[in-house]
């Protein structure tokens, strides 16, 4: 804790139970300094980077030079101290029999996910040049040549898509996170992008506006909140089992999905509570906060039927009638399966960048003009038992209309997004060799051509550049000794000739691999497959790495390129929680508590390291313990820590 806040924070250190707590240790500890506490936190960090920097120069040795790492970036503000932070995550596929760096629960095959860089960003703008030159420091400083990245995943912002593209080596390796395409794909479905002439599904939009309006009102008005929870209690409803409305989150499509299907949840409470509330109020003008609703803010009014403007609506018109309410249930459903297929890309970790597209396929199939739709239907009472909905399936025909168009474009965006692009080169590869969908099923032709022609190159390399060998021993050199110019020709022809037989035999290898690959057994794959029916490709590939060793290094290179950047979200979230906690924490601190929580996983280096290495760069400092003012012209003198200080990682 006290690493974490940089010392107490007064809310806690006000409650009598902690003061309790902190009185009964009071004889047993001393909390260090605050400046102590940063030297040893500095340390971790450091001691984490140098682990880090070790076992990814062999990586990239193991692999010589080729591409085995994957990187994902993206840029977060933080609203208390309005700083920009960037974030970069690397990741590489290795093998778990390394206990410091994997725990014993682990696979065999894994996916290592580092923070390679978190630190406030340099540059004031957030242009494409401006993060080209920044990459470019890192990667430099970091010593990862452009050959060694696989492929780079930013976020959906076309500055840090086009800013990737500006680093020399990185044009071909670089594809958008998929959950930010996505996310795109739903808005503008349901009509929550793009521009006031283009909006594509206004009814969908004006159904979601009025369930954000109902959310609006239970928290800003005073009456209607409590009313909502005297309602529940009276019907006997437990204090730990009351339920509320979801609040609007502008900027995450799944918080629609989490609003509306927690309003159809709430329908036998709202019902009556709203009914009495109209009533009450019959011609008053709704106080609502429409600063939040671009659209009505900018004086649109919608032509939809289920809602007004904001402005001009009465109290008695807020909530559902009968029939929205019905499709407010069909709008549920539309968004469950997107929801549930983001819920699997963002927690699975052996979900590839390849699989990521075959579930965009198999959402667009669930989302043909003629499928049914498998609704959840309302709670037949407020009861908690009753809060496990029954479902039905509603035929195609007999749909709102806006469902139709919401499918249409969905459907749309996705062969725009996933099906018709130009992938990365390592996306080519992934998508061309899994066995998942086949290739044919999901490129065009003319990707489907170039996927073949790299997936060939990717082959050969690995043999050309001796990641994997071709025979089982090495074969003896002869010593010759050139007696004249003759000998020495032949010498060299002998040569010639041994190369071009290791260059026959290596594509006969080759060749060799993709037929077995091709003839992989059916019951093989079926066993990989878990409960959600998606492939585990790790242990797939893990059992047959003695039959298949090319493929086997080909996965660890193209499943390196992740195909979204959640690891980089969930950075930014552990940094926002972080600085909410403790406002005053400086940004050097913050970066470094957030760097050691995220490398955690992947190194923790022991407290004996940590206490070596500290008296070791502060060893002109008194002993630890000691109520001493540190003095900072010592520390410029320290010594930084040395490969010795960290043989005590775990």
């Known amino acids: 804790m006290w690493m974490v806040a940089g010392g107490l924070p007064m809310r806690l250190n006000r409650r009598p139970v902690f003061r309790d707590y902190a009185r009964s240790l009071e004889p047993r500890i001393v909390l ?60 590489m596929v290795m093998v778990a029999s390394d206990e410091s760096v994997y725990s014993k629960e682990s696979p065999p095959l894994c996916l290592m996910d580092e923070l390679l860089h978190f630190r406030a ?77 283009n909006c594509r599904n206004r009814d969908f939009r004006d159904l979601i506006r009025v369930n954000k309006r109902l959310v609006q009102l239970t928290h800003q008005s005073r009456e209607v909140s409590d009313a909502l929870r005297k309602f529940q209690m009276d019907n006997n409803i437990p204090d730990h089992k009351i339920i509320s409305t979801v609040r609007t989150n502008q900027t995450r499509w799944s918080n629609q999905k989490a609003q509306i299907s927690r309003n159809n949840l709430m ?90 597209v075959h579930l965009m396929i198999n959402l667009k199939k669930l989302n043909s003009p003629f499928k049914p739709l498998k609704v959840f239907m309302f709670p037949t009472s407020m009861a908690v038992k009753d809060r496990e909905r029954a479902h039905q399936m509603v035929e195609a ?70 990641v994997v060998g071709i025979r089982s021993s090495p074969r003896k050199k002869k010593k010759k000794e050139k007696v004249n110019l003759l000998d020495a020709m032949h010498d060299s022809d002998d040569d010639d ?34 409960d959600q029916g998606l492939l585990n490709e790790f242990t797939l590939i893990h059992e047959f790495r003695d039959e298949l060793p090319l493929h086997y290094k080909l996965f660890m290179q193209v499943a390196s390129h992740r195909g979204n950047e959640a690891n980089a979200e969930d950075t930014f979230s552990l940094s926002g929680s972080l600085s909410n906690r403790n406002t005053h924490t400086q940004p050097g601190f913050l970066a470094t508590l957030v760097r050691i929580n995220k490398n955690r996983r992947v190194s923790e280096p022991t407290w004996k390291a940590i206490l070596s290495a500290y008296k070791h760069k502060h060893r002109k400092l008194p002993t630890l313990g000691d109520d001493v003012t540190d003095d900072e012209d010592e520390d410029a003198d320290a010594d930084p820590v040395e490969d010795h200080d960290i043989n005590e990682c775990d």
């Open 267 to 356: 329908r036998p409470i709202f019902d009556p509570v709203m009914s009495v509330y109209r009533r009450e109020n019959v011609n008053e003008t709704a106080i609502l906060e429409v600063g939040s609703e671009s659209d009505d803010s900018e004086g649109e009014t919608p032509r939809g039927p289920y809602s007004g403007p904001a402005r001009e609506l009465k109290r008695k018109d807020i909530g559902f009638k009968d029939d929205l309410w019905n499709a407010n249930l069909e709008a549920e459903a539309f968004l469950t399966r997107p929801a549930d297929m983001k819920q699997i890309m963002e927690n699975n970790r052996y979900v590839t960048g390849a699989q990521g």
């Open 397 to 466: 025909e007999n749909l709102a209309d806006f469902i139709p168009k919401a499918r249409a474009e969905l459907v749309r965006q996705i062969d725009m997004r996933f099906v018709d692009k130009e992938f990365s080169d390592a996306r080519h590869v992934h998508l061309y060799m899994s066995k998942g969908i086949p290739a044919e099923k999901v490129l065009s032709a003319d990707n489907l051509q170039r996927a073949k022609a790299l997936y060939l190159k990717w082959l050969h390399s690995l043999v050309t550049a001796g």
């Open 121 to 197: 960003f340099p540059y004031t703008k957030h242009t494409a040049k401006n993060i080209s030159e920044w990459l470019v420091g890192l990667l430099t400083a970091e010593q990862i040549p452009a050959e060694a990245i696989s492929g780079v995943t930013p976020d959906g912002a076309s500055d840090g898509q086009a800013g990737c593209k500006l680093v020399e080596g990185l044009k071909s390796k670089v594809d958008v996170c998929q959950l930010h395409e996505l996310q795109r794909c739903i808005l503008y479905s349901i009509g929550l992008a793009g521009s006031k002439q």
């Open 497 to 530: 000739s041994a190369t071009m037989a290791d260059d026959c035999r290596g594509q006969d290898r080759v060749r060799e691999e993709m037929l077995q690959w091709q003839e992989l057994p059916a019951a093989s794959i079926k066993k990989h497959i878990g």
């Open 32 to 91: 260090p300094h605050n400046e102590t506490v940063h030297r040893l936190a500095s340390l971790t960090d450091e001691l984490q980077l140098q682990y880090l920097r070790r076992a990814r120069a062999n990586h990239i040795a193991m692999f010589k030079g080729l591409p085995c790492i994957g990187l994902q970036l993206d840029l977060w503000t933080d609203r208390n101290s309005g700083i920009a932070y960037a974030a970069v995550h690397a990741s």
